[in-house]
C-alpha cells in the first residue's frame, strides 16, 4: 500500500502481519480522494480505526492540516507512527497529528472534524454498522466541506441517522471488494 497523491505520493507504507488488518486499497482511496477534491486541503480529520494509517496519512499528503488517528491495537499503532513519521518527513509537513491507542467507541474528543474516515473490520461493519455511523457522525463538524467516510463491504447498505445523507457510493465490484460510502451533514 502506497500513498497515491499529494507532497507524499509514492510512499510505500509499513504494514503488520495482523488477521484483523485490511488496509484500504489504493484504487479506493484514490477514488474517495478525488470525490473530496478541495475538500481535503486545510482539513482536520479524525480517522477511525486507523489501521496503519491509509486514510489519514493520504489527507495529511493531499493538504490536511492534522488530525486524530484511532487505533487500539498497541502493536499496529507503533506502525501508524513509523509512518506518519515516514510522510512527514518524506513531504515536509509538521507533523501535528495525535494517535490514539484506544477503542474506539471510547472516543470522546469533544471536537468536531472536517473529514471523519471509518475503517473498521468487516465483520464488525455487519454486526454493528449502524452503530459505527452514528458514533462517527457526532464528530463530524455541521459545514458543507465536511464529509464523513465510510469504508464497508460491498453488500453492507446503512441507513444513514436523520441528520446525515449519502452523497455518493463508490464501488469497486465483486462480493468480498471494499466500498467506500461518502456522507454530509444534513
Not at 21 to 47: E, I
Request: hydrophobic share 40%; net charge positive.
Amino acid at each position: 500500500m502506497r500513498i497515491t497523491g499529494g507532497l507524499a505520493r509514492g510512499i510505500v507504507l509499513k504494514s503488520v502481519d495482523e488477521v484483523v488488518l485490511r488496509p484500504a486499497t489504493d484504487y479506493l482511496r484514490q477514488a474517495v480522494f478525488s470525490s473530496l477534491g478541495d475538500k481535503v486541503m486545510g482539513a482536520n480529520f479524525l480517522d477511525i480505526f486507523a489501521g496503519i494509517g491509509g486514510y489519514g496519512l493520504e489527507a495529511l499528503s493531499r493538504g490536511a492540516q492534522a488530525g486524530i488517528f484511532v487505533e487500539n491495537n498497541h502493536r499496529i499503532a507503533d506502525v501508524l507512527r513509523k509512518n506518519l513519521e515516514a510522510v512527514c518527513k518524506s513531504s515536509g509537513i509538521k507533523n501535528e497529528s495525535r494517535i490514539w491507542v484506544i477503542d474506539a467507541f471510547k472516543i470522546n474528543t469533544g471536537e468536531q472534524f472536517d473529514l471523519v474516515f471509518i475503517d473498521p473490520p468487516y465483520d464488525l461493519t455487519r454486526t454493528r454498522g449502524a452503530q459505527i455511523l452514528a458514533h462517527g457522525v457526532q464528530f463530524l463538524r455541521r459545514s458543507e466541506r465536511s464529509r464523513l467516510i465510510f469504508e464497508m463491504p460491498v453488500d453492507v447498505h446503512l441507513v444513514p441517522p436523520d441528520n446525515v445523507r449519502e452523497l455518493r457510493r463508490i464501488e469497486k465490484g465483486g462480493k468480498n471488494s471494499p466500498t467506500a460510502v461518502i456522507y454530509a451533514g444534513a
